[in-house]
């Protein structure tokens, strides 16, 4: 199985950086999701990583350390529609995804 | 293109009622999936289908039950609703097993 903890909320100002952290235990790792979900709405995709390094997709960048079990996703120049929750999930060697509880951001003026 | 649909939006159940949440897509996706999303506990994989004929149990099967008929429609039966399935549903799809998941809107089940 797999355990997945990011932090429950996060606030920052409009113009901003915000990096999201995620940290992973698995039996089998087979990439790494990112979903934003804003409330009441279904989850999207923003990114995937499945090797170590930074992938970059306008704003958003997703980093991936496989050794240490970590992910972050890094949203800049944050405007006040990224309020939403974002949602790391792992797969296993058997394609299916396990998500964590998800981290709450919050973008005030 | 509606890409995946889900009916009912919303529903309120009495406990003991039998109940079928329906799933549709139109992208002709070979693996679709059912998710459960209550707070504080992300989103559980209920089951799975690889390809049209096949399903598969997740990691919260138990009073769920599953058909893949067709490669368009998974629907997701509850036999006799709980109120511990009061939860939001989201139905998946995604081209094969290996790619990434599209979310439909999901479906909000109250069960009292």
């Known amino acids: 199985g797999q355990n997945i903890d990011q932090p429950t909320e996060m606030t920052a100002t409009e113009g901003a950086i915000v990096q999201i952290n995620c940290t992973y235990q698995t039996s089998g790792f087979n990439g790494l999701f990112w979903y934003q979900q804003h409330a009441g709405e279904a989850p999207t995709f923003l990114s995937y990583n499945v090797l170590d390094g930074l992938e970059e997709k306008g704003r958003f960048s997703s980093f991936l350390s496989r050794s240490k079990g970590y992910s972050y996703l890094l949203l800049k120049e944050l405007q006040m529609k990224d309020s939403a929750s974002y949602l790391c999930a792992v797969r296993d060697s058997d394609y299916k995804l396990s998500f964590g509880a998800g981290t709450t951001v919050t973008v005030r003026a | 293109i509606a890409g995946i649909t889900q009916a009912p939006t919303s529903q309120i159940l009495a406990a003991g009622r039998r109940m079928t949440l329906r799933c549709t897509q139109d992208m002709r996706h070979n693996a679709m999936y059912w998710y459960r999303q209550d707070l504080g506990l992300g989103l559980r994989l209920i089951h799975y289908s690889n390809t049209a004929g096949t399903t598969g149990k997740g990691e919260v099967p138990d009073g769920y039950s599953v058909s893949r008929a067709n490669t368009d429609d998974f629907p997701l039966t509850l036999a006799s609703a709980v109120p511990s399935q009061t939860s939001v549903y989201f139905c998946?799809?995604?081209?094969?097993?290996?790619?990434?998941?599209?979310f439909g809107p999901g479906t909000r089940l109250t069960v009292l």
């Open positions: 998946a799809s995604s081209e094969g097993d290996s790619d990434t998941q599209y």
